[in-house]
């Protein structure tokens, strides 16, 4: 791995973790949908699918 | 909308719901990665990977299989590279059918069906194309191809420069760097993509290639299409080929590579190799911006009314009738314009003649299908 794919997806896990964070603490229902929308393809970045 | 209450539960319920998708989307993304098989024929001598001629590829998604057919007889040495472009099916489906058929007497031919091989493994950003298309075979069953894309994959190679400098000191656009077209020769340390073509030039050094035929494909509105593109160094050899297809009925345009577009096969093959150096086109529609919806079907049969439409106006450089120009169509072509080739190369340098038995003939795939040409899954 080299160290700027190694930061990139340190960057992307910080933000992972964010939305994750966020998304227990959300009041709305609909912000929480929204939310994982955006979440899944952090996922799919961060595990290095696509 | 209705406001409804997040709670953990719902964050819980939202998130399996995610980890569905993701399950289900990253299964898809990953099934690019799986090589459909070739089932080269029983003339083949000697698989080998790319790797072989430079060692940094191996284990990447760059190395690739080479498939090499020697003949019994001294002669001269062709390279067939299908996939230099995974999002132009005629290409590699063109140089998986001469693998899976011929039968070489005389000199050698190798052939590269997935030249670039991480580019099978996705798929164009915000085209829609399907991830796979299928050819039917005349006994029952199938044969399934991916539809991959121009560039290398991200995964395999990121992030791209802003301007890239290209081996042959050409700037182009920054993604261009994952465009194997463009990278020639290639870099022994640099980018992936550049390691690839780095390996191509070695392999056509080591194992002294005399010509190198690069299979591709065009959009039906690109004025390079059903042409042959050549070195100046094979201009004899491309004019005899398109005489000789001329004359069997088949239209195909000859141009010149230009001496200042540097990086791509038809031109660093030829200066830096000097080897003869010829890139094939055939129409795609599914390739094109005039398109409908991109389709498995579209790719087969190449039918599209819009193509059709824009093909009465006088907007295309090639006919493009309500019927389409099918993939059997296309491969047939690219095989009429290797044999062509061959053919011509024995004529003008006969100690550099290449003699190759159950050659798909023109009239037979366009008769019999595809599927007739390529063997059924072992």
Same mark, same amino acid.
């Given at each position: 791995?080299?160290?700027?794919?190694?930061?990139?997806?340190?960057?992307?896990?910080?933000?992972?973790?964010?939305?994750?964070?966020?998304?227990?603490?959300? /009041? /709305?229902?609909?912000?929480?949908?929204?939310?994982?929308?955006?979440?899944?393809?952090?996922?799919?970045?961060?595990?290095?699918? /696509? | 909308?209705?406001?409804?209450?997040?709670? $953990?539960? !719902?964050?819980?319920?939202? %998130?399996?719901?995610?980890?569905?998708?993701?399950?289900?989307?990253?299964?898809?993304?990953?099934?690019?990665?799986?090589?459909?098989?070739?089932?080269?024929? =029983?003339?083949? !001598?000697?698989?080998?990977?790319?790797?072989?001629?430079?060692?940094?590829? =191996?284990?990447?998604?760059?190395?690739? *299989?080479?498939?090499?057919?020697?003949?019994?007889? #001294? *002669?001269?040495?062709?390279?067939?590279?299908?996939?230099?472009?995974?999002? &132009?099916?005629?290409?590699?489906?063109?140089?998986?059918?001469?693998?899976?058929?011929?039968?070489?007497?005389?000199?050698?031919?190798?052939?590269?069906?997935?030249?670039?091989?991480?580019?099978?493994?996705?798929?164009?950003?915000?085209?829609?194309?399907?991830?796979?298309?299928?050819? @039917?075979?005349?006994?029952? *069953?199938?044969?399934?191809?991916?539809?991959?894309?121009?560039?290398?994959?991200?995964?395999?190679?990121?992030?791209? @420069?802003?301007?890239?400098?290209?081996?042959?000191?050409?700037?182009?656009? *920054?993604?261009?760097?994952?465009?194997?077209?463009?990278?020639? @020769?290639?870099?022994?340390?640099?980018?992936?993509?550049?390691?690839?073509?780095?390996?191509?030039?070695?392999?056509?050094?080591?194992?002294?290639?005399?010509?190198?035929?690069?299979?591709?494909?065009?959009? $039906?509105?690109?004025?390079?299409?059903?042409?042959?593109?050549?070195?100046?160094?094979?201009?004899? %050899?491309?004019?005899?080929?398109?005489?000789?297809?001329?004359?069997?009925?088949?239209?195909?345009?000859?141009?010149?590579? @230009?001496?200042?577009?540097?990086?791509?096969?038809?031109?660093?093959?030829?200066?830096?190799?000097?080897? #003869?150096?010829?890139?094939?086109?055939?129409?795609?529609?599914?390739?094109?911006?005039?398109?409908?919806?991109?389709?498995?079907?579209?790719?087969?049969?190449? #039918?599209?009314?819009?193509?059709?439409?824009?093909?009465?106006?006088?907007?295309?450089?090639?006919?493009?009738?309500?019927?389409?120009?099918?993939?059997?169509?296309?491969?047939?072509?690219? %095989?009429?314009?290797?044999? =062509?080739?061959?053919?011509? %190369?024995?004529?003008?340098? $006969?100690?550099?003649?290449?003699?190759?038995?159950?050659?798909?003939?023109?009239? &037979?795939?366009? &008769?019999?299908?595809?599927?007739?040409?390529?063997?059924?899954?072992?």
């Amino acid at each position: 791995m080299n160290a700027m794919r190694f930061i990139y997806q340190l960057i992307v896990l910080y933000l992972t973790a964010h939305f994750l964070w966020y998304l227990v603490r959300e /009041k /709305k229902a609909w912000a929480q949908a929204s939310t994982v929308m955006v979440l899944a393809l952090f996922l799919l970045r961060l595990f290095w699918i /696509k | 909308m209705r406001e409804i209450k997040g709670t $953990p539960l !719902t964050a819980g319920i939202f %998130l399996l719901l995610t980890a569905a998708a993701v399950f289900f989307a990253g299964r898809a993304y990953l099934s690019m990665h799986r090589d459909e098989p070739v089932y080269p024929s =029983a003339g083949l !001598t000697e698989i080998k990977a790319l790797s072989a001629y430079l060692p940094s590829l =191996a284990g990447t998604h760059g190395d690739t *299989g080479v498939y090499i057919f020697r003949g019994a007889e #001294k *002669g001269g040495t062709l390279l067939v590279l299908g996939g230099s472009h995974p999002n &132009e099916p005629a290409g590699y489906v063109t140089a998986s059918v001469l693998a899976e058929n011929i039968r070489v007497l005389q000199g050698t031919v190798i052939i590269i069906p997935r030249a670039n091989h991480s580019g099978f493994s996705h798929s164009d950003p915000q085209e829609g194309n399907p991830q796979r298309f299928v050819i @039917p075979l005349p006994g029952g *069953g199938a044969r399934e191809f991916r539809l991959g894309s121009r560039l290398t994959n991200p995964i395999d190679q990121w992030p791209d @420069p802003a301007v890239y400098i290209n081996p042959a000191g050409q700037e182009l656009s *920054g993604n261009e760097v994952r465009n194997l077209n463009r990278c020639y @020769p290639g870099r022994e340390k640099g980018y992936l993509t550049e390691r690839i073509a780095f390996a191509i030039m070695e392999l056509i050094g080591r194992e002294r290639v005399d010509i190198g035929l690069d299979l591709h494909e065009s959009a $039906p509105e690109y004025p390079v299409i059903n042409a042959i593109v050549f070195h100046e160094n094979s201009s004899e %050899l491309a004019a005899l080929a398109a005489l000789d297809l001329q004359a069997e009925g088949m239209e195909i345009r000859l141009e010149a590579s @230009p001496v200042n577009l540097r990086g791509l096969s038809h031109r660093e093959w030829g200066d830096r190799a000097g080897i #003869k150096a010829i890139l094939l086109e055939t129409p795609n529609a599914s390739h094109g911006r005039l398109k409908g919806q991109p389709s498995s079907s579209l790719i087969v049969d190449g #039918k599209d009314k819009f193509y059709a439409r824009a093909s009465r106006l006088g907007r295309l450089f090639v006919p493009y009738g309500e019927e389409g120009i099918p993939l059997a169509q296309r491969v047939a072509r690219h %095989l009429a314009a290797v044999e =062509a080739i061959v053919r011509g %190369l024995g004529d003008l340098e $006969p100690a550099k003649a290449i003699a190759i038995e159950n050659f798909p003939p023109f009239a &037979e795939v366009l &008769e019999k299908g595809l599927g007739a040409f390529l063997r059924a899954a072992e």
